[in-house]
């Protein structure tokens, strides 16, 4: 495919590595007869090493068939994720280094999920915009401190660590932006 066809969330094969773009940064030289570039973010997939890549407008790139299926939680073998298709419950497994800093967010039957396949091997793992987790830790609130509401931190059951409003107390479930790893209001 050329490089103009490129669109955000394509997995392309770069260097006999497989990536997938992030953003694309799309740039036309004044004058005439100026070609124009593309630069590209990629990260690979496995991996998520970020790599740039500078290429002109008509060069040609090798698109990867990736599928996606939408999977469940199901539990933990060792170090290693194990997910269930929602259709045909086939289990996939991934590696913890595959999921990374996502493990914080991993909580028991969390669904909305959806793993990403390459040649039948599941190479990534993308999560849900929000995930609702339960504060195990967290100071109590200072009555009468002051009108404005200061962040305060606080631990959750998976680990994670975020600042949350002062309201909020232990036991309570919160909502965890994925993207951001913060706190996006109550859960229930």
Sequence with gaps: MKA??????NVIEHNNTVYQVRDIERSSPQGRGGNVKFRFTMYSVPGGTKYDLSVGGDDELKEVELS??????SY?????????????YTPYTLDADVVGDDAGYIIDDLSGC???????????LQLPAS?????IETPPELKGGTA?????PA????GLEIMVPEYI?????????????EFAGRAD
């Design 148 to 152: 404005t509401k200061r962040p305060k």
């Design 68 to 73: 996606r299926r939408q999977v469940t939680y």
């Design 4 to 9: 103009y066809d490129v669109k955000k969330g």
């Design 131 to 135: 995930v609702a987790i339960e504060v």
């Design 155 to 158: 631990k959750l059951s998976t």
């Design 76 to 88: 933990k073998d060792g170090d290693a994720f194990v997910f269930l298709d929602d259709e045909d």
């Design 169 to 181: 107390s232990n036991g309570e479930r919160v909502l965890v932006n994925t993207a951001t790893g």
């Design 114 to 124: 959806y793993v990403q396949i390459i040649d039948e091997q599941p190479v990534a």
